[in-house]
C-alpha cells in the first residue's frame, strides 16, 4: 500500500530561487469533485500520470500513481478535467530529502507553496528561512480544492 507522507508550507520570500536544482511546468485536471478520494491527471513535459489520492487533510494519507499514455492524458483532461491548474514547480535538494515549490498560474496565481516528503511521520527536517506556516491540514491548499476554489477567488482577510 502507498502511503503519502508529505508537509505543506506557504512561502514567504523568493530567497529559495537560488536554490534551485531543476523546474517544470505541469498542468493537471482532477477527475472528481470531491468525496473520499481525488483522482487526478498530470501531464509533466512529454510525461503524464494518473494520480489517486486518499481526500483528507493531513500529513499522512494514501497515494497510488501510475503512468499513462500522453495522449490519453491530454484526452482525460479536455473531455473528464474539471478546472486545469497550471504551476511551476521547482526542486529545491535538502540533504536526503527534496522540497518542491510550487509557483501557481491563472486562478491560483500569487500562491506558492513548498511541500516536503518524508519517509516517516516523525522524520526531523530543517526548515529553511523562506518558509512561512504550516498549511498541511488546511484543506484549501490542497490542489484538488484549488481547482474548485481557486486562491484569486478567496476573499480578503
Known amino acids: 500500500m502507498a502511503i503519502e507522507i508529505e508537509r505543506k508550507f506557504l ?26 478520494a481525488s483522482v ?9 500520470n494518473l494520480n489517486i489520492k486518499q481526500a483528507v487533510a493531513g500529513a499522512t494519507r494514501l497515494e497510488f500513481e501510475y503512468p499513462i499514455p500522453l495522449e490519453d492524458a491530454e484526452t482525460l483532461m479536455r ?19 527534496l522540497w518542491e515549490v510550487d509557483e501557481f498560474a491563472g486562478d491560483n496565481a500569487g500562491l506558492v507553496v513548498a511541500e516536503i516528503e518524508l519517509p516517516t511521520v516523525d522524520t526531523a527536517f530543517e526548515q529553511p528561512a523562506w518558509l512561512g506556516e504550516e498549511v498541511t491540514h488546511d484543506l484549501r491548499y490542497y490542489n484538488n480544492e484549488l481547482s474548485q476554489r481557486p486562491f484569486r477567488r478567496w476573499p480578503s482577510t
Open 11 to 36: 512561502v514567504t520570500s523568493d530567497a529559495w530561487r537560488d536554490e534551485v536544482s531543476r523546474s517544470a511546468r505541469l498542468a493537471q485536471a482532477y477527475l472528481t469533485d470531491g468525496g473520499r
Open 40 to 48: 487526478r491527471v498530470r501531464i509533466d513535459g512529454d510525461r503524464a
Open 79 to 97: 473531455t473528464l478535467g474539471g478546472t486545469r491548474i497550471e504551476k511551476m514547480r521547482h526542486w529545491i535538494p535538502a540533504g536526503d530529502l
